[in-house]
């Protein structure tokens, strides 16, 4: 069955360093999203991203983070001057089309340490 | 904004025992959408309601969508070891989605 892939499955960064975590998305799916979920939290939408452009983000998706899809393969999540706070579970979903009418997948996950 | 709030926060019951789980938006849901994540993992999707006052089983899970499309129901009867995990409902627009805060169910043996 076919599977979201995410890499590294755990980072472990210095405050204000940027990090990148990637994604692999199924292949036929065209919609992609990251989510966080602090420990022992409710999971946090961030961006959705299709065709190319961010479709929707939310008040946490700020000035730090960036999408791509740089090769058509891999979608990133890019933070680029992390904070405590930052760290966190972050999840790459798919699917194939828009959450109001399609399941979406989810990665197993980067957990990401901020130190 | 939107607000998507569920209860219990957690539940403990004994193996057999049924399991409710309530979900509540501030505003009407165009659907509702339900996930479960084992400890340690990550949300896999189990349904989605779209229309008011839908009512749908997987086995020992029923899932009902209110007539007012804001609110939502998940109950799981009999419940058994396997259930454990937390279970979150979730509305979604389009292409962004609100995650309520989950469930946490423990089974008792």
């Known amino acids: 069955e076919p599977e979201v892939t995410q890499t590294p499955s755990h980072q472990v960064t210095q405050m204000g360093q940027e990090v990148i975590l990637r994604c692999v998305p199924i292949?036929?799916?065209?919609?992609f999203y990251w989510y966080r979920q602090i420990l022992g939290q409710k999971v946090e939408f961030l961006v959705s991203?299709?065709?190319?452009?961010?479709?929707?983000k939310s008040e946490i998706f700020d000035d730090q983070f960036s999408v791509e899809r740089p090769d058509g393969s891999n979608f990133t999540l890019k933070i680029r001057s992390t904070k405590l706070e930052d760290s966190a579970m972050y999840f790459c979903?798919?699917?194939?089309?828009?959450?109001?009418?399609?399941?979406?997948?989810f990665g197993p996950g980067t957990r990401l340490t901020v130190l | 904004g939107q607000q998507v709030m569920q209860i219990p926060q957690y539940q403990h019951v004994q193996e057999g025992e049924d399991f409710t789980t309530y979900c509540n938006s501030s505003?009407?849901?165009?659907?509702i959408q339900w996930y479960k994540q084992r400890p340690g993992g990550h949300p896999v999707f189990l349904i989605q309601?779209?229309?008011?006052?839908e009512v749908k089983k997987q086995k020992r899970l029923t899932f009902q969508f209110g007539e007012a499309k804001k609110n939502s129901s998940l109950h799981i009867t009999a419940t058994q070891t396997t259930d454990v995990g937390t279970y979150f409902c979730?509305?979604?627009?389009?292409?962004?989605?609100?995650f309520g805060k989950g469930t946490r169910l423990h089974i008792l043996p």
């Open positions: 979903a798919t699917a194939r089309g828009l959450l109001s009418y399609n399941e979406q997948f």
């Open positions: 292949s036929n799916h065209l919609y």
């Open positions: 991203f299709y065709n190319n452009e961010i479709s929707e």
């Open positions: 505003t009407t849901l165009s659907n």
């Open positions: 309601l779209v229309k008011s006052g």
């Open positions: 979730a509305g979604a627009r389009r292409d962004k989605i609100i």
